[in-house]
């Protein structure tokens, strides 16, 4: 089964309507309850209290009274009183959680009482999971999310949450790392990968905040009941105890409309997932072997942290078991099974330690091993150079070495510095000495790893590993390394393709990360609006290719037609200047998420004006799609790539 995630996106988009039309239901739904609910509220139990009130006795014996007009009775000023009191209070309870979890991910971890993990952590069953969401996030073209585990919970589950891509965490429990392999922990990482992807996270967090505040009056209702538990020298404690009964009762059909919205949005996309998952590991058996062992296991995938009810779409199995599977968050995992492994015998599997332990032993001694071919590479290098390092890495892919290092903020500064040095350039060298004053540390690490520049070609992979030491750094320091890029880039008075798109990735995975944003606004809705923005961002894909000019015209005709503008004559489009693409690109982000996918398919139908998509222009529409906030896996690239027209 084939995701298009493109398509998945606008159908996560569509859910949202669907979910404010759902709340808005539930409102509406308590609100007329509530009324109700003061009107057979026997306020003579305390006249002193509620004298105010003592219309609603008159409402209620008018109901019980064939002859009296009920709808004349009714106290109309404090049922408009009491909807607005509702309506205001769910409101500003939905405000502050989302006020709460606007920072994103990192939010929502730390609510479960979450860990960070690093890669440098001396757990080697955490540095299998980091390792593992390294590769799924460059299989993903995306910057690495943090990863958190979830140390007090033996319950076998996890999660992604975020608002995109740039605050993005996956988290998984203490007993997900006790209880899976190295392909199964794959699996799930997989799934949670998906969800990030298909836009199912970002609705998620919506979720979060919406719930709270309809569900929110089951937590005052409890307080008045304590309250009237605890009033031992007040007798007449009676509507305050009732009050709370009947708060809880209404918030009980918040918690019933809650859960039916989750189980609407969530249910269907776990199958999606799980598919999803599949795509990207292309081994079937990891995410269905990962459901078999969950099925197996006494704890299942529970948690017990008392915040996971307000989370439990967010999770890869059933945070709880629930009485009615109609309101389920999650389908059966026997289904779900049999949606990846058709051919199961119905069996689950148990956790095999030993196994586990095997495979962390193995990762330690590989580890082990790997830091002494490095540190002979290093020596190597520092040594003879880039031929030092080569003579050094016979026995060890010393690409995969330089990824390795990358969580280091000073060697990963460094590293993205050496992918824009040319070595013959004068003004390039006199702008790396500076450094010796304004950051000696960097200065060094560039001399250490100047060798590095080899792999210019592999810059995404590099900068999506280089996210979480990159982040590491302060405001200050990451001013300056944009500061030192820009100066390395203007060094030869032009620049290049390659040169902007490095940029680019650089800023859109980390300005919000200093900034304290969290989304890109949505301004644009018809593509006409941006018209000359698309123009601009094909014409530049096509001036830059090789190809005769019979094709790229032919190119440009179809690549318009693709994203839906007119086709301007091309021969009268002046050169494109990179601060005009520039721009241009930053408009089409804030374009509406159904209108992005037309012009990647555009901007990949323009590069392939000679029949081929060579690396830089490949590289650089995964640029732009990061660029506009929709990342572009692989899988889908090389499907894109495959299906779209060629001349």
């Known amino acids: 089964m084939s995701t298009d995630f493109f398509a998945q996106q606008e159908t996560a988009r569509k859910n949202t309507r669907y979910l404010v039309v759902l709340f808005i239901l539930a409102v509406a739904c308590l ?45 109309w000023p404090r049922m408009i009183k009491v909807s607005f009191f509702i309506t205001i209070v769910i409101a500003l309870v939905s405000l502050f959680k989302w006020l709460q979890i606007r920072r994103g991910g990192k939010a929502i971890a730390e609510m479960m009482g979450g860990t960070l993990v690093t890669a440098d952590s001396q757990d080697f069953a955490e540095q299998r999971l980091v390792n593992v969401v390294e590769e799924m996030a460059l ?38 790392l006790d209880s899976f392999s190295r392909d199964q922990l794959q699996g799930v990482v997989a799934h ?88 990207f590991t292309r081994n079937p058996s990891g995410i269905a072997d990962a459901l078999k062992i969950i099925g197996g296991s006494y704890g299942g995938s529970q948690i017990h942290d008392p915040h996971s009810n307000e989370i439990s779409h967010l999770f890869f199995g059933a945070s709880s078991k629930r009485l009615f599977s109609l309101f389920a968050t999650h389908p059966p995992i026997e289904a779900r099974i049999r ?30 091993q790997k830091a002494k071919i490095m540190a002979a590479v290093l020596a190597g290098a520092v040594a003879g150079g880039a031929e030092g390092a080569a003579v050094e890495s016979d026995t060890v892919d010393p690409k995969a070495m330089m990824l390795s290092r990358l969580h280091e903020p000073i060697t990963a500064s460094a590293i993205i510095l050496c992918l824009l040095h040319d070595p013959n350039d004068e003004q390039q060298k006199e702008t790396l000495a500076a450094l010796q004053h304004t950051w000696p540390a960097l200065h060094q690490a560039v001399k250490r790893n100047v060798w590095m520049g080899w792999w210019q070609e592999d810059f995404l992979a590099i900068v999506n590993r280089s996210v979480a030491g990159l982040r590491s750094l302060d405001e ?3 001013q300056l390394l944009k500061r030192v890029m820009l100066q390395l880039i203007q ?32 301004k644009y809705r018809k593509i006409t609006d941006l018209e000359k923005e698309i123009h601009t961002v094909l014409a530049m894909l096509i001036q830059a290719s090789s190809a005769p000019d019979e094709q790229r015209l032919l190119a440009w005709q179809e690549a318009c037609k693709e994203a839906g503008v007119e086709a301007l004559a091309f021969e009268a489009i002046e050169p494109i200047a990179m601060g005009d693409f520039s721009r241009a690109v930053n408009k089409i982000a804030q374009a509406y998420p159904l209108l992005k996918p037309r012009v990647i398919k555009a901007l990949i139908v323009a590069a392939k004006a000679d029949n081929t998509i060579e690396a830089v222009e490949r590289q650089a529409i995964i640029a732009i799609s990061a ?21």
């Open 192 to 279: 949670e990968f998906s969800h990030i992807l298909n836009g199912d996270m970002r609705l998620n967090m919506k979720l979060i905040a919406i719930l709270f505040g309809i569900m929110f009056i089951t937590e005052v209702g409890l307080v008045f009941i304590r309250g009237s538990y605890f009033s031992n020298r007040n007798r007449n404690n009676g509507p305050i105890l009732f009050l709370g009964m009947g708060l809880v009762a209404l918030g009980s059909i918040g918690t019933f409309f809650g859960n039916m919205i989750k189980a609407a949005v969530s249910r269907q996309r776990e199958f999606l997932a799980d598919a999803a998952a599949v795509q």
């Open 31 to 75: 609100i007329v309850l509530t009324n109700l609910f003061l009107i057979v509220f026997p306020w003579e139990w305390s006249s002193t209290a509620f004298s105010q009130y003592g219309t609603a006795n008159q409402e209620f014996n008018c109901l019980l009274n064939e002859r009296c007009n009920f709808w004349q009775q009714l106290n």
């Open 491 to 522: 060094a030869n008075g032009r620049i290049d393709m390659y040169e902007w798109a490095l940029f680019q990735l650089v800023r859109s995975r980390m300005d919000d990360h200093f900034a304290k944003k969290t989304f890109i606004r949505n």
């Open 339 to 368: 949606r990846v492994d058709p051919r199961w015998d119905g069996q689950f599997l148990f956790v095999k330690q030993e196994q586990i332990q095997a495979d962390i032993k193995r990762q330690k001694n590989e580890a082990e």
């Open 627 to 647: 660029a506009i906030d929709a990342p572009l896996p692989d899988v889908l690239m090389n499907e894109l790539e495959a299906n779209l027209a060629v001349y």
């Open 476 to 478: 200050a320091q990451y």
């Open 139 to 176: 299989a993903a073209n995306m910057p690495v999310p943090a990863v958190y585990v979830l140390k007090e919970e033996p319950g076998i589950n996890a999660f992604a949450a975020g608002f995109s891509t740039r605050d993005a965490v996956v988290a998984v429990t203490q007993g997900t």
